[in-house]
């Protein structure tokens, strides 16, 4: 029998935490039973970008990881019992490496400009308890965006302060943002996402450097480049944290490295703020697998598959953009094409015929897809500026081809009557697809 107790959670918890609406993932809603086609996530649809044998497996490599192959991954399984380097400065090297394209700064990137953890995720919070007191800061965000701003944000009890991106191509309101700046000085932080999520669209770096250039604001702008590569060559600002000390650039290896798995995110910043952030952080927060494995995808040998799985993506996103307006029911394309997904509308009837972006369209597409023909794509209409939009990831030559098969079918179901949505179970699909916002 339980013991009586007078413990009360709701009188316990701090009510910013039992008010939370928690972060939903892709795999929340469909679980991949390995037949599905996932295009929700914006992952890597060709895998990680490592020089595997035909198997998957580690080339070449032992019970403790040595090898004589070049291309081998060295994975020290036997050294598992150890705590892993807590500095890590030979994966620091390696990503500053990678950036140090001096096509924006003569200046160079070293390891004291850097901060590694968990994903961007970690980076993301661990700003927001730096920089911010709870219940008394703020931080700005620019929505269609990436959810885990607000998340976190709510998490540590920090407010947010919301100026839309603009409603043509998505790009910055720079009047908007350093207005809003100038008029409150508890603004702390403020998170910019290049290319964006869900919008996909780059932001000007003439845009950045206004709102760095901020008068009488004293802030960090974050700027977070998790899909930078896909972007053209030489976008990411990451080496203009020498330039600026407060600018924060976000990158991870989940997207164009197809890593999501190992869960590692970066930050660049100037040595100042780098070193708030890595006094902060658990001692040993990157496990050793994950830094062996990091290490070796920024290798050359490793680089070059990244690179080449980049371009088969970019092949199959030019296509996208090509074959997907002409099957009817599909609008247009909205923000911007720098990223290894895309944001479309979907429309109550063919464009021929008077169509308008429609969320219960999109709906109806975004669960016939998933529940008729395993292709799981991510439903956007909620979000600002964004009405009867899907967010589609872009896959291999294969996903895409039944992808552009199966959304064909679905829309000629819609079209001719099938499948209709009554007006309270689309208010009730609506609900619980707003809640997903990855």
Same mark, same amino acid.
């Given at each position: 029998?339980?013991?009586?107790?007078?413990?009360?959670?709701?009188?316990?918890?701090?009510?910013?935490?039992?008010?939370?609406?928690?972060?939903?993932?892709?795999?929340?809603?469909?679980?991949?039973?390995?037949?599905?086609?996932?295009?929700?996530?914006?992952?890597?649809?060709?895998?990680?970008?490592?020089?595997?044998?035909?198997?998957?497996?580690?080339?070449?490599? $032992?019970?403790?990881?040595?090898?004589?192959?070049?291309?081998?991954?060295?994975?020290?399984?036997?050294?598992?019992?150890?705590?892993?380097?807590?500095?890590?400065?030979?994966?620091?090297?390696?990503?500053?490496?990678?950036?140090?394209?001096?096509?924006? $700064?003569?200046?160079?990137?070293?390891?004291?400009?850097?901060?590694?953890?968990?994903?961007?995720?970690?980076?993301?919070?661990?700003?927001?308890?730096?920089?911010?007191?709870?219940?008394?800061?703020?931080?700005?965000?620019?929505?269609?965006?990436?959810?885990?701003?607000?998340?976190?944000?709510?998490?540590?009890?920090?407010?947010?302060?919301?100026?839309?991106?603009?409603?043509?191509?998505?790009?910055?309101?720079?009047?908007?943002?350093?207005?809003?700046?100038?008029?409150?000085?508890?603004?702390?932080?403020?998170?910019?996402?290049?290319?964006?999520?869900?919008?996909?669209?780059?932001?000007?770096?003439?845009?950045?450097?206004?709102?760095?250039?901020?008068?009488?604001?004293?802030?960090?702008?974050?700027?977070?480049?998790?899909?930078?590569?896909?972007?053209?060559?030489?976008?990411?600002?990451?080496?203009?944290? $020498?330039?600026?000390?407060?600018?924060?650039?976000?990158?991870?290896?989940?997207?164009?490295?197809?890593?999501?798995?190992?869960?590692?995110?970066?930050?660049?910043?100037?040595?100042?703020?780098?070193?708030?952030?890595?006094?902060?952080?658990?001692?040993?927060?990157?496990?050793?697998?994950?830094?062996?494995?990091?290490?070796?995808?920024?290798?050359?040998?490793?680089?070059?598959?990244?690179?080449?799985?980049?371009?088969?993506?970019?092949?199959?996103?030019?296509?996208?953009?090509?074959?997907?307006?002409?099957?009817?029911?599909?609008?247009?394309?909205?923000?911007?094409?720098?990223?290894? %997904?895309?944001?479309?509308?979907?429309?109550?009837?063919?464009?021929?015929?008077?169509?308008?972006?429609?969320?219960?369209?999109?709906?109806?597409?975004?669960?016939?897809?998933?529940?008729?023909?395993?292709?799981?794509?991510?439903?956007?209409?909620?979000?600002?500026?964004?009405?009867?939009?899907?967010?589609?990831?872009?896959?291999?030559?294969?996903?895409?081809?039944?992808?552009?098969?199966?959304?064909?079918?679905?829309?000629?179901?819609? %079209?001719?009557? $099938?499948?209709?949505?009554?007006?309270?179970?689309?208010?009730?699909?609506?609900?619980?697809?707003?809640?997903?916002?990855?």
């Amino acid at each position: 029998m339980a013991r009586q107790s007078p413990f009360d959670l709701s009188k316990c918890a701090r009510p910013n935490i039992l008010a939370l609406e928690p972060y939903r993932c892709a795999r929340d809603d469909y679980k991949d039973d390995g037949t599905n086609i996932l295009l929700d996530a914006n992952e890597n649809a060709y895998g990680p970008g490592l020089a595997l044998g035909n198997d998957g497996k580690l080339l070449n490599r $032992t019970t403790n990881g040595a090898s004589n192959s070049s291309s081998a991954i060295d994975v020290d399984l036997l050294g598992l019992n150890r705590y892993p380097d807590p500095h890590q400065l030979e994966l620091k090297q390696g990503l500053c490496n990678l950036r140090n394209t001096h096509a924006h $700064t003569p200046k160079t990137l070293t390891p004291n400009h850097l901060f590694v953890g968990v994903g961007s995720d970690e980076a993301i919070d661990a700003l927001l308890r730096a920089f911010c007191v709870p219940g008394m800061d703020k931080v700005l965000v620019c929505p269609p965006t990436y959810g885990m701003y607000s998340v976190s944000a709510q998490v540590n009890d920090v407010a947010l302060v919301k100026v839309p991106l603009l409603t043509h191509g998505f790009g910055l309101d720079v009047p908007g943002i350093t207005s809003a700046l100038s008029k409150d000085m508890s603004i702390k932080l403020a998170y910019l996402c290049s290319p964006g999520n869900p919008t996909g669209a780059l932001l000007k770096k003439d845009d950045v450097r206004k709102i760095l250039e901020h008068e009488t604001w004293n802030g960090v702008v974050v700027l977070d480049e998790a899909y930078i590569d896909f972007a053209p060559e030489g976008s990411s600002l990451a080496e203009w944290v $020498t330039e600026w000390p407060n600018l924060v650039v976000m990158q991870t290896l989940s997207k164009a490295f197809g890593l999501a798995g190992i869960r590692l995110g970066a930050a660049f910043t100037d040595p100042a703020i780098a070193r708030v952030l890595n006094s902060m952080k658990a001692p040993y927060n990157i496990p050793n697998p994950t830094s062996q494995l990091a290490k070796a995808a920024l290798s050359p040998k490793h680089l070059e598959v990244m690179r080449k799985n980049k371009d088969l993506i970019l092949k199959q996103r030019d296509r996208m953009l090509k074959e997907l307006p002409k099957i009817p029911g599909v609008g247009k394309f909205l923000g911007g094409t720098a990223s290894n %997904f895309l944001l479309v509308e979907m429309l109550d009837a063919p464009a021929e015929k008077g169509g308008k972006p429609s969320n219960e369209t999109a709906l109806m597409v975004y669960e016939g897809l998933a529940e008729e023909k395993g292709v799981v794509v991510r439903f956007r209409g909620k979000e600002y500026g964004c009405l009867g939009c899907l967010r589609i990831t872009v896959g291999t030559e294969k996903e895409v081809d039944r992808f552009l098969e199966e959304i064909k079918i679905v829309l000629q179901s819609i %079209f001719k009557g $099938t499948g209709k949505v009554e007006p309270k179970e689309e208010e009730r699909r609506e609900n619980e697809a707003n809640a997903v916002i990855a």
